[in-house]
């Protein structure tokens, strides 16, 4: 019996899909009206629509969904970059090496990164400005990074200009001063910024990224300096284990300036001073280790007793520690008891 | 060498002293002819304390490892009116069997440092084989490095502080030995007897027992 049930409904699901729509029933006016004079009609309450009233039969109000363009643009509200900040973000060239008006990096995290930058400029001849937003943040179409860049950056130290979204490294935009453009070849701008984002996205934590991120890009702009020089070749795919070392815990303390102006001979001496005492270290290591281990034998001779001893009779010397009066030197000369002096 | 008790010097192989009769049987009357046993570190007096005695013990072991040869002892205790520090450290080294001690180290190799707090004098006694390279003055040396120590009641700073310069006077005296053994056999040797000096004097001081002396010999009778 269920079998029949699932065969025939298969077979109306089948009809209903598959096969022409058949014609719907309508009523014959005369029928109708008979019926209705009757006084009854099955589901006349139903399909009596002449009875319903005016508002009723227009059906109901149809609301309008909103466009994908007007969502789209609502969207785009949110994301982008309120009004408020576009002043303290574009509006002269900043201050400080970090512009994050909106304070998406905290108070302590701020001032290392400070710090480092500020390290990075004093040690390069390319300052690095970093534009800090949100991660899914949008810069207003109406300002143009290019005409940002070349307004703000076009006198005064060349610099590079970073553009860096929160936690999405891979957002992250770089620009170059107007000066150092044409220096620096676009192929190793992209590999400067890939490079950093690679760094970046070795971290999980977003300012763990951001770190990364500018460790490497200070590493990359070495290399930009050398090429806008013009003493680095075109690809340069190693780093110089000095910069490598360089590290942002390291850089954010005082790894010195003071140290690069060091002269050399002092260096020299320095080295030659360490290797000295590590050298008389070891040495000293050494013989106390071997006189540790050094074993001491005397030749043995024959000896004669003496006195019926058997063993020994080598008197040594006896000291008196009786009175701060009779101190060794005194003693030197041995004297039998009875002869001391109490 | 000198006498234990008068503190004159006798000569090797005296069986008494020359000078006061002083011999082991006279030690042995005053302290008694049974063997005692003691520890290399025995504190009779309980003037160390545990630590104390520990680190002294470090030290003599030490020294003992660096001397295959040799042993320190120390002995700390109150003599009372029973006789001379010398004596009673003269008869210890003889009478005493140290028990921490390997049996391959006798007697003769030993040094025995004496401390009596009560008298307030320490000594030092040493066996036949240091004989021929330590003296009185080396002893003597090794105690008075400890006397500012012993002077503040400070007993253990003081026994290490001599046990120390001990060992460091034998390292220095062993590499001196090496380098000219025979100057310390010729301490200790059987002196020569009086006949074959004469004999060495009138034969040009050669060698007496020598082949050429002989031949010599036997040319002029």
Redesign the interface.
């Known amino acids: 019996m269920r079998c029949l049930t699932l065969i025939l409904t298969g077979i109306f699901s089948l009809s209903a899909f598959g096969f022409i729509e058949p014609p719907m029933p309508a009523w014959d006016a005369e029928k109708r009206q008979q019926m209705i004079e009757e006084g009854w009609l099955a589901g006349g309450s139903l399909l009596d629509f002449e009875s319903a009233p005016e508002d009723e039969k227009e059906g109901p109000s149809v609301i309008l969904k909103p466009t994908a363009e007007e969502l789209a643009l609502e969207e785009e509200d949110e994301n982008v970059v309120s009004e408020e900040y576009l002043a303290d973000y574009f509006a002269e060239r900043p201050a400080g090496h970090l512009v994050d008006p909106q304070g998406l990096i905290s108070s302590r995290n701020r001032k290392d990164l400070d710090s480092f930058l500020a390290y990075h400029s004093g040690d390069s001849s390319i300052e690095m400005f970093v534009y800090v937003f949100g991660k899914d943040q949008e810069i207003p179409g109406d300002v143009r990074e290019e005409e940002v860049v070349e307004r703000l950056y076009s006198a005064g130290k060349p610099a590079v200009i970073l553009y860096y979204y929160m936690g999405a490294p891979q957002r992250s935009a770089m620009y170059l001063s107007p000066i150092i453009t044409d220096a620096v070849s676009a192929a190793e701008q992209r590999r400067a910024l890939q490079s950093s984002v690679y760094r970046a996205a070795d971290n999980s934590k977003p300012f763990g990224q951001l770190e990364a991120f500018l460790v490497q890009m200070s590493i990359r702009i070495y290399w930009m300096e050398r090429m806008a020089e013009g003493t680095a070749e075109e690809t340069m795919e190693t780093v110089p284990e000095g910069r490598q070392a360089r590290s942002f815990a390291k850089n954010t303390k005082e790894e010195p300036v003071a140290a690069q102006s060091v002269p050399s001979w002092a260096k020299i001496t320095g080295s030659v001073v360490a290797a000295v005492v590590g050298l008389l270290l070891f040495l000293w290591s050494a013989f106390m280790w071997l006189r540790a281990r ?29 009175s ?1 009066a009779i ?2 030197a005194k ?2 000369d ?5 002869m001391r002096r109490a | ?7 004159q010097r ?1 000569h ?6 020359p000078h006061c009769g ?4 006279d030690a042995d009357r005053m302290f008694g002819d049974s063997e005692v046993k003691l520890r290399s570190l025995t504190d009779a007096a309980g003037i160390f304390r545990r630590s104390e005695r520990d680190s002294i013990e470090d030290l003599i072991e030490s020294i003992g ?6 042993f320190v002892a120390v002995y700390t205790g109150s003599l009372g009116e029973t006789g ?3 004596q009673f ?2 008869w210890l ?2 009478r005493g069997v140290f028990e921490d001690v390997p049996v391959e180290k ?3 190799a ?1 040094i ?1 440092i004496v401390i009596d707090p009560d ?22 040396d090794c ?2 490095r ?2 500012s120590y ?2 503040q009641g400070r007993y253990a700073d003081g026994t290490l502080r001599c046990l120390r310069q001990l060992a460091k006077l ?2 220095k ?3 001196v ?1 090496r380098r000219d ?1 025979e100057k ?2 010729r301490k ?3 002196p020569v007897e009086v006949e074959d000096l004469v004999k060495k004097i009138r034969g040009g001081n050669r060698d007496v027992g020598s082949e050429a002396a002989r031949a010599e010999e036997e040319v002029n009778r």
């Open positions: 050094a074993r001491f034998k005397f030749p043995e001779f024959e000896v004669e007793p003496r006195l019926g001893a058997s063993h020994a009779a080598g008197i040594g010397a006896v000291i008196s520690f009786s701060t101190p060794p003693q030197r041995q004297v039998p008891d009875y | 060498m000198k006498c234990p008790r008068c503190v006798i090797r192989a005296a069986v008494a002293c002083f011999s082991m049987e490892i660096a001397f295959p040869q040799i001379n520090l010398r450290g003269f080294l003889n006798p007697n003769e030993g025995l008298s307030k004098s320490a000594g030092m006694s040493f066996g036949y084989l240091l004989d021929p390279f330590f003296d009185e003055r080396d002893t003597f105690l008075s400890a006397h012993w002077l034998l390292r005296r062993c590499r030995v053994p310390y056999e200790v040797s059987t």
